[in-house]
């Protein structure tokens, strides 16, 4: 079993920065540790849910598998383990179910760990009732939940929109953490994490990469792309390192130059900027 101090240095390995983060997660910790004590002498605890708010990329269900280890180290869930559901997953089909069947169903999918209901938002932003009666049976089951800790995720606004439509939803839900914005030497540290398993990293990257992600158009784009950025950076410097076909280009790990870094972060900001003009023409 992990004590407190083994759990806080997973974090430390897990998340980069966001110290605040890490210690609502090591707050639940101690609270899934009380509540296990409180089982064993034979005490009621009630039902935890959680609400996580924040932009896309900035590790909802990370976060979410996370608690799922607290509370199964602590035997609060058998498994911890985290079932994805959205909107289309929670309304009625074409198979003829309704609601309250296909909800009952979801939740006994996630027995044992945690329905995460991501773009919860949706539940609601939608003409079509559906989804807002699924709310209203997710509601009616979260008391009698024993064995599953239901989790909704979803930008800061819709949460609030959710507690709007359905008042007894904010009293149900044991905590809301919010995720901010990664800020760019925290992203420039993920992808030097990530990158270091296939390139030999350059000692300047972090300052480089710190420097790139404070552009005014990028600091702009983050709230959109967040820890997503640094996939599509990564394609781009792996297709750079093999477009110059460098002689030593069969070894297991090259050398990223910072010139690589550069040529590669234009390419990906310079998509964007385009991508972002496409959606302004169309939405404007």
């Avoid at 983060?21 to 605890?45: C, D, F, V, W």
């Avoid at 609601?124 to 209203?136: I, T």
């Avoid at 979803?154 to 149900?172: A, F, Q, T, V």
Wanted: charged share 35%; net charge neutral; aromatic share 8%.
């Amino acid at each position: 079993m992990k004590t407190e101090q083994d759990f806080s240095a997973c974090l430390n390995k897990k998340i980069v920065g966001r110290e605040p983060l890490k210690e609502k997660l090591i707050e639940q910790y101690r609270l899934a540790q009380q509540h296990q004590k409180m089982r064993r002498s034979g005490g009621k605890t009630p039902p935890l849910h959680f609400a996580l708010t924040g932009n896309p990329g900035t590790g909802k269900t990370m976060v979410a598998r996370l608690l799922g280890d607290i509370f199964k180290q602590f035997g609060l869930l058998a498994t911890g383990a985290v079932k994805e559901f959205q909107r289309g997953d929670l309304v009625s089909d074409d198979r003829g179910r309704t609601t309250h069947t296909i909800i009952k169903d979801r939740i006994a999918e996630a027995e044992g760990g945690i329905c995460f209901i991501d773009e919860a938002e949706r539940l609601v932003n939608n003409p079509n009732p559906s989804g807002r009666d699924a709310l209203e049976e997710i509601m009616a089951l979260l008391g009698e939940a024993k064995n599953v800790m239901v989790i909704f995720a979803g930008y800061s606004e819709g949460m609030r929109e959710l507690y709007r439509i359905n008042e007894g939803l904010e009293r149900r839900i044991h905590m809301e953490i919010h995720l901010d914005d990664y800020k760019p030497e925290e992203l420039a540290r993920i992808f030097i994490d990530k990158a270091s398993s296939f390139f030999i990293i350059p000692d300047t990257a972090e300052k480089d990469l710190t420097d790139m992600f404070n552009r005014k158009f990028i600091r702009h784009i983050i709230r959109f792309y967040n820890a997503g950025l640094i996939d599509h950076l990564l394609n781009d410097v792996a297709s750079e390192i093999e477009r110059k076909e460098r002689a030593d280009s069969k070894a297991a790990t090259k050398p990223l130059e910072t010139e690589d870094l550069e040529k590669a972060f234009d390419k990906l900001q310079k998509r964007l900027e385009e991508r972002q003009n496409w959606l302004q023409k169309k939405f404007h």
